[in-house]
C-alpha cells in the first residue's frame, strides 16, 4: 500500500491556483492581476510551492515565465483539483437553495437572440440572487465548455448526442418555408417538404445544428447546399433568400422573432408542421450544477 504523504507536504489551493494563472497569462504581472494579489505575493506563493514539491516549476526570464515540464504536470492536475473544490463549493451552497450566484449559461446563435430576453426576463424574477454569464457559440464548442467546466448549461437545438453530456428538452420548434415573394412556393396552397425537391436550399455554414436538422427533416443529401453557399446568421439567410438565391428553412423561434421582418420574403407553414428540432437544456453529466440546469429546464418549459 502506497504510503500518504503528510499534509504538510501539501500545496494550498491558493498556491495551485498561482500556478494556473501564471500559465494561462504567461507573466507574473498579469497572472498577479488576474487573481487579485501583488506581483511580490504571486511570486512568492510560486516559490512556496515549489518548496513543498521539491521541483522548479516555472523558467523566469524577463520575456516572461514558461513552465517546465514539472511545472505543466502540476499545473494540468491543479486544473482537476480546482475545478473539483469550485464543484465542492457550489453544491454546498446549493444545498440550501438553488440558483443563487453566477450561472454560466450557453445558447447557440439560432436560439440566442430569439429565446434568451423572455428567459433571463424569466429567470430573473423567479431567482433575484440568480447572476447569469452568457455566452453564444455553436453546439460543439457549448459542449466542450460544459465538459471543461467552463459552462454550466447550454441551451441548444436537439437531437444532440454527446458523450457525458445529458439534455432535456423545452419545447418543439417548427420549420417554416421563407421563399422570394415571386417564388412558385409563395403561392402553393397545400406546401410539404417534397416541394423543396430541386429547389435551391440555402443553408447555415458547417458547423451550425440547424444545418443538420434541415437536411435531416427534409431528407436531404449533404450536396444539396446550393452550390455550397453557406451563411453565418439567420438573418444573412432571410437576406439571401430575398435576392433571389434560393429558399430555406426558418425555425418558428425566430421567425417569431422578427428575423424576417422588413425583408421581400414570404414565409409559409407546410400543411403539416414540420418539427424540425427541439430546443433544450444540456449539461454535464454529473455535475455539481446538473439539478439547477434541469430547474432552468422546467422554467422555461412552463
Request: hydrophobic fraction near 45%.
Amino acid at each position: 500500500m502506497e504510503e500518504r504523504l503528510p499534509s504538510s507536504s501539501w500545496p494550498t489551493l491558493r498556491q495551485l491556483q498561482f500556478l494556473a494563472a501564471l500559465d494561462a497569462h504567461g507573466s507574473f504581472v498579469r497572472a498577479a492581476e488576474a487573481v487579485g494579489v501583488t506581483q511580490p505575493t504571486l511570486s512568492a506563493g510560486v516559490k512556496e510551492l515549489e518548496a513543498v514539491l521539491g521541483v522548479t516549476l516555472v523558467e523566469r526570464s524577463r520575456s516572461g515565465a514558461v513552465l517546465t515540464a514539472a511545472g505543466r504536470e502540476a499545473c494540468d492536475r491543479a486544473a482537476g483539483a480546482l475545478a473539483q473544490v469550485e464543484d465542492l463549493v457550489r453544491a454546498v451552497r446549493q444545498a440550501g437553495a438553488p440558483l443563487q450566484g453566477t450561472f454560466r449559461l450557453g445558447a447557440i446563435p439560432t436560439i440566442a437572440p430569439f429565446l434568451l430576453p423572455r428567459a433571463l426576463k424569466l429567470l430573473r424574477a423567479r431567482f433575484p440572487r440568480l447572476h447569469l454569464v452568457l455566452r453564444e457559440d455553436v453546439s460543439a464548442r457549448l459542449v466542450e465548455g460544459l465538459r471543461a467546466r467552463t459552462l454550466d448549461a447550454a441551451l441548444i437545438a436537439l437531437p444532440y448526442e454527446a458523450s457525458g453530456i445529458e439534455t432535456e428538452a423545452i419545447a418543439d420548434d417548427e420549420f417554416l418555408l421563407v421563399c422570394p415573394k415571386d417564388h412558385k412556393l409563395a403561392k402553393k396552397t397545400a406546401l410539404a417538404p417534397g416541394d423543396l425537391e430541386g429547389e435551391d436550399v440555402l443553408l447555415l455554414e458547417d458547423g451550425h445544428c440547424l444545418r443538420d436538422h434541415a437536411l435531416q427533416v427534409c431528407k436531404l443529401p449533404q450536396s444539396r447546399a446550393a452550390a455550397e453557399v453557406g451563411a453565418t446568421s439567420l438573418h444573412t439567410l432571410v437576406q439571401m433568400v430575398a435576392g433571389g438565391m434560393g429558399v430555406t428553412l426558418l425555425p418558428k423561434l425566430a421567425a417569431d422573432g422578427g428575423v424576417a421582418r422588413g425583408a421581400a420574403v414570404e414565409t409559409r407553414r407546410f400543411q403539416r408542421p414540420m418539427m424540425g428540432r427541439s430546443i433544450g437544456i444540456a449539461w454535464r453529466a454529473g455535475g455539481a450544477r446538473a439539478e439547477e440546469a434541469k430547474l432552468i429546464a422546467r422554467t422555461l418549459r412552463a
